[in-house]
């Protein structure tokens, strides 16, 4: 686990020196990429730095009653008026994009712990032995001796809980627990996140788990489970991101698995795909995610690819 102390020393002189700043969250942004900014925009505010936080897609519903936060288009944004860019989590989704039209003077810093990433920034601040970005965040602010509100608290144990599903991923390390219960000292309720995050489902995104988990096909000979749902399936609903990544992360829980894989339509002519292993399994699935154009982690990432899926009674085909 790096320690970034000369990267964090070079952002604090950054940040202090700072006057009109953007955060970047990633697009169809995670409880990760959404904890990081809002826990930076609290911090640099604090500063008297004017912030604001640009991303492709809107603030998602499902934290829009527990957070306070507002999301930029990037096309909305004069893009050369900030003299420092910040890109917290996944920074090649949609940071890329933004880099190439801000002012030459402009300082870029990327903060980020997929262990794939190919963007170049001023300052690196990347490490895949973290589980969240936001875990990298709270060494940061450890290190910078910011005094952690409840709000601080909150937004980084969201992108902790969210990253490793609870706890429950192979990447919950002691080093996490020690910084969830810090924050959890500082007034997190981890309740109400979890609640926000894994539970709070609606009736109908039950449902459609229902139908992926009926469908799931194992094949004992390679330990791959494998779902889909068609764009019949879903009948106009889209489900979000991280429903289809829990669906994944259940079913490589079922016995003899050593991997799985949903596919779903996200929209007419474009599919999303969730990988996940089982831990000690020996598979890495972000190979198989970076064969069709993805990323992630070895043990849970996803791939996009044009296309469309059909069913023919369990048996399914992407043309
Ligand atoms: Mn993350």
């Not at 982690?297 to 009674?313: C, Q, R, T, V, Y």
Request: proline fraction near 3%; charged fraction near 20%.
């Amino acid at each position: 686990m790096h320690a970034f102390k000369q990267e964090f020393t070079t952002l604090q002189y950054i940040v202090a020196h700072a006057k009109k700043l953007l955060l970047v969250a990633h697009t169809r942004p995670d409880p990760d990429a959404v904890g990081s900014v809002l826990a930076m925009k609290e911090y640099l505010e604090e500063q008297s730095i004017i912030v604001e936080i640009a991303c492709y897609s809107p603030f998602p519903e499902f934290l829009i009653n527990m957070l306070d936060g507002h999301f930029s288009h990037p096309d909305d944004l004069d893009l050369s008026s900030y003299d420092v860019v910040i890109g917290c989590d996944s920074v090649d989704r949609g940071f890329a994009d933004i880099i190439q039209n801000l002012n030459e003077d402009c300082v870029t810093v990327a903060i980020d712990h997929h262990h794939d990433i190919v963007l170049d920034a001023d300052v690196l601040i990347i490490d895949p032995t973290y589980a969240a970005t936001c875990e990298i965040l709270y060494e940061y602010f450890i290190f910078v001796e910011l005094v952690i509100t409840k709000e601080i608290a909150t937004t980084l144990l969201l992108g902790i809980l969210g990253d490793t599903g609870g706890f429950q991923h192979a990447n919950t390390s002691a080093h996490v627990m020690k910084a969830a219960a810090d924050l959890m000292q500082h007034g997190a309720d981890t309740s109400c996140i979890m609640e926000r995050v894994f539970a709070n489902k609606k009736i109908e995104t039950l449902k459609l788990w229902g139908t992926a988990l009926e469908k799931a096909r194992l094949d004992t000979k390679t330990g791959m489970i494998v779902t889909a749902l068609t764009s019949e399936d879903l009948n106009g609903q889209q489900p979000s991101s991280e429903d289809i990544k829990e669906v994944a992360s259940i079913l490589s829980t079922v016995p003899d698995t050593r991997y799985s894989l949903i596919i779903f339509q996200i929209s007419k002519g474009r599919i999303k795909a969730s990988l996940r292993a089982q831990k000690d399994a020996g598979v890495d699935v972000s190979k198989i995610a970076h064969q069709f154009g993805g990323g992630g982690h070895p043990l849970a990432s996803g791939f996009e690819m044009d296309g469309k899926i059909i069913d023919h009674n369990g048996e399914w085909e992407i043309v």
